[in-house]
């Protein structure tokens, strides 16, 4: 059960509902995690044996994120597209595997992996839609078609089969079929999907069970799960007390001291995440930074959102949103005077909530049905069920 690039507990929480599915057919999971840190709570429970990853030089995440193109961009940031790097990746990747001998490989986003066990173990690939995009076309559909691309894009797949040869596994076609493993799995609903217009099969669909509509309570309510991340965090909890109305609120990464200074009167912090299940009936409104969980969870809860993005997957995830008026999005930095300002207009505004309340009352939630147990059953299909 491995993830190798990504924040936060959204790649981890898929892969441990899927082991404890695996432990209850008789089988071993064993975790390769990015972070064993963040997510420790999640298995204080658990028996599983937790291992860590090898992890990615973290320097390119200190400098500003350029714009990107396409998922070869994205992947060239994060450092494959330096032969060195990439290198040490990859043979880090053999070496544990190697060392683990794992029948089947379920892997969340994770390049170097596939490159290193490419033709040996099979791998089922599973993400939400942005992290896995088609591998049977020739190049990676653009995202951003304005943006000029970060690397020559045939130079970049020769520095991949240059560490391919090295190491004695089977060269890429193409850039596309870095992530071209024997079965995959895209945990997202169609409309999260950027690539949607591009898959010859529709992604599978989010690994949860879908929320039931739930109507907006009379007593309004703000519900906030934001990360550390996010550069206008102060700036929403500054426009959160002008506004004045009682908030529950998450901050992911958040020290004990950031949480008191954050909090105020009417905004209640928790120190661990907050079930979508309780919160999301109780609130009006709900302020993310369009990660695709909590994105997803109010969709099918008709719930308006505003979304503060961290990154190019959060506008992606929540551009259906946005175009069909259920979100408004906040790209830019902002002062706790403009948050508010923006808030309070969803907050008031009907048509909003009755976009919402549309898209909600649409879902074909019959489509999803135990989603983790067919996931189970594609991965263990590939090593005789």
Known sequence: MAWEIGGGLGHVVPL???????????????????????PSFLFRDEDFPILQAPVWPEDQYRRKVPPTRDFADILAFHGLADIRR???????????????????????????????VRGRVPVMAMGSGFSLPPADLETFPALLPEVRPLIDRNRFLDRLNQVQRIVGAPELPALSA???????FVMCLPAFDPYAAYRAVPADGPLDPLLQFAPLPQQRRIFVYLGVEVISLRAVFEGLKRIGQPVTAYVRGASPRLQKELAGPGIEISDQPVPYTQVLPRCSLVVHPGSLGTATACLAAGRPQVIVPAHMEHRLNTRSLVERNAGLLLEKRFDGDY???????????????DSAKTLALELDRTAYIDVPGRMVDRALALVGG
Request: glycine residues 2%.
């Open 16 to 38: 441990l509902t899927l082991a404890r599915l695996f432990k209850s057919r008789g089988h071993t999971p064993v975790f390769a995690l990015k972070n064993i840190v963040e």
């Open 86 to 116: 990439t290198l040490a990746m990859v043979k880090a990747w053999k070496d544990l595997v190697e060392i683990v001998r794992p029948d089947v490989i379920v892997a969340d986003y994770c390049p170097a992996l596939c490159m290193a």
């Open 339 to 353: 948050f508010a300002a923006a808030a309070g207009k969803v907050l008031d505004a009907p048509a909003m909530a």
């Open 178 to 184: 870095l992530l071209d493993t024997e079965a995959r």
